[in-house]
Each structure stands twice: as structure tokens, then as C-alpha cells.
Nanobody, 128 residues
Framework: QVQMVESGGGLVQTGGSLRLSCTTS????????MGWFRQAPGKEREGVSC????????YYADSVKGRFTTSRDNAKHTLYLQMNNLKPEDTAMYYC?????????????????????WGQGAQVTVSS
């Protein structure tokens, strides 16, 4: 059974930093492309960042470029999202996701390339 558990969310002031982790089990982590998505109340889900299975290719949404960094530790089966210079508009529930095929397409073609697995989510709240 695949389990994906996010941690590291919380409340932070504008300009602050948080690091999300997604710890997986039961998943052939090294074979999966991974991603971070977020959804704020009343808004559509957004593909924030994706990384290919070997970490060679990354994708970032324009809204987070230069502020967020995604990485993975295949030995620990864990995905990370370092979030710096946070803004109130970054407030959302953040989900990690895994998809075996199609590289970073689950971020760039949301809806067409659905993840195979989802985490339960971690709340990030940025106060102004």
C-alpha cells in the first residue's frame, strides 16, 4: 500500500521560509516522477513544482520561480519543497504527488496527466 505523508507546513509571516517534506512508503520512489500541488479555497488546483525520477528535470510555476526549490532524496524516498520569501498568496493546502510516466507533465498539463498517488496535504498559511 502506497503512503505519502507531507510535513513541515505551518504559519509563517510574509518573507519567511518553510520546508515541506513528503515521506513515502510502499512506492517504487526511484521510478516515479514527483510533484507538489497546492489548492487555496475557491481556487483551482495548481501544479507548483515537479521533478523527474532522477532529479534531472524540474518544473516551477511562474508564481514560485526563484523562491521555491524542489529536490528529492531517492535513498530516503523523500521529496522536499524549500519555500523562501513566502507571500500571502502562497497560502494553500500543499499536496505531494507521484506519477510513474510522462516526466513533469502532471505539472504542465494538469487534468490531462493525473498523478497516480497523492499525499494527504499540509497547510501553509502566510500572514501579511
Amino acid at each position: 500500500q502506497v503512503q505519502m505523508v507531507e510535513s513541515g507546513g505551518g504559519l509563517v509571516q510574509t518573507g519567511g521560509s518553510l520546508r515541506l517534506s513528503c515521506t513515502t512508503s510502499g512506492l517504487r520512489f526511484n521510478d516515479y516522477n514527483m510533484g507538489w500541488f497546492r489548492q487555496a479555497p475557491g481556487k483551482e488546483r495548481e501544479g507548483v513544482s515537479c521533478i523527474t525520477w532522477a532529479g534531472g528535470t524540474t518544473y516551477y510555476a511562474d508564481s514560485v520561480k526563484g523562491r521555491f526549490t524542489t529536490s528529492r532524496d531517492n535513498a530516503k524516498h523523500t521529496l522536499y519543497l524549500q519555500m523562501n520569501n513566502l507571500k500571502p498568496e502562497d497560502t494553500a493546502m500543499y499536496y505531494c504527488a507521484a506519477r510513474e510516466y510522462s516526466g513533469t507533465a502532471m505539472c504542465t498539463n494538469t487534468g490531462e496527466y493525473e498523478p497516480d498517488y497523492w499525499g494527504q496535504g499540509a497547510q501553509v498559511t502566510v500572514s501579511s
